[in-house]
């Protein structure tokens, strides 16, 4: 069982920068690899970024050159640095394995809301 806690939400300007953090417990031996998800209103949950060992990527055409996913495996934690953030951006965020990739889903953590806002 992996237990995902998504953290570093808030409210921010647009052009601003936010970092998201996931906390991991549990069979963390397990996990091979993490993305990061959002869900606006009215909109499905879509894959914003993914990384495994030895790749990072951009899922989404909308957030690349913005958003970076990065993994410290000491303390467990994936990332999701996001800076020159839009309105578009508001949604909120969750961890979870990358299924694109062919990896089961993990249980859903809270989420973390990020709202872009002037």
């Known amino acids: 069982q992996v237990q995902l806690v998504e953290s570093g939400g808030g409210l921010v300007q647009p052009g601003g920068s936010l970092r998201l953090s996931c906390a991991a417990s549990?069979?963390?031996?397990?996990?091979?690899?993490m993305g990061w998800y959002r869900q606006a209103p009215g909109k499905q949950r879509e894959l914003v970024a993914a990384?495994?060992?030895?790749?990072?990527?951009n899922s989404a055409d909308s957030v690349k050159g913005r958003f970076t996913i990065s993994r410290d495996n000491a303390k467990n934690t994936w990332y999701l640095q996001m800076n020159r953030l839009k309105p578009e951006d508001t949604a909120v965020y969750y961890c979870?394995?990358?299924?694109?990739?062919?990896?089961?889903?993990?249980?859903w953590g809270q989420g973390t809301q990020v709202t872009v806002s002037s």
């Open positions: 979870n394995a990358p299924a694109i990739w062919g990896f089961d889903l993990y249980s």
């Open positions: 990384i495994a060992p030895g790749i990072s990527t």
């Open positions: 549990g069979s963390i031996s397990s996990i091979n690899a």
